[in-house]
């Protein structure tokens, strides 16, 4: 299973980003898709998760503010980042649940990691 990042970059305090992440490969069944992200100095913390039937979870830095989504058929997960702050400056990485073989446990993928910079 890859998991490939899209959408990071540069943007103003106060701005908007959107991140994606697909997934490819041989697999069954994709559960839970999420994105982490560690900024310089600090530990990786989650940011947002989705299972596979839509309920969401979100840290509490980035409720109201970030929008969490998936697009089962394109095995695709997204992140709408608004109201950004300078704190959101982190590297982004996805992750998902998969399993893939029936009858066999559940993996973890990552995504390589994709930076957001938020400036004053």
């Known amino acids: 299973v890859q998991l490939q990042a899209f959408g990071g970059g540069l943007a103003q305090a106060g701005g908007s980003l959107r991140l994606s992440c697909a997934a490819s490969?041989?697999?069954?069944?994709?559960?839970?898709m999420g994105w982490y992200r560690q900024a310089p100095g600090k530990t990786r913390e989650l940011v947002a998760v989705?299972?596979?039937?839509?309920?969401?979870n979100y840290a509490d830095s980035v409720k109201g503010r970030f929008t969490i989504s998936r697009d089962n058929a394109k095995n695709t997960v997204y992140l709408e980042m608004s109201s950004l702050k300078t704190e959101d400056t982190a590297a982004y990485s996805c992750?998902?649940?998969?399993?893939?073989?029936?009858?066999?446990?559940?993996?973890?993928?990552w995504g390589q990691g994709t930076l957001v910079t938020v400036s004053s």
């Open positions: 992750n998902a649940n998969v399993r893939i073989h029936w009858g066999r446990s559940t993996v973890d993928a």
């Open positions: 490969g041989r697999f069954v069944r994709i559960y839970d």
């Open positions: 989705i299972g596979n039937s839509g309920s969401t």
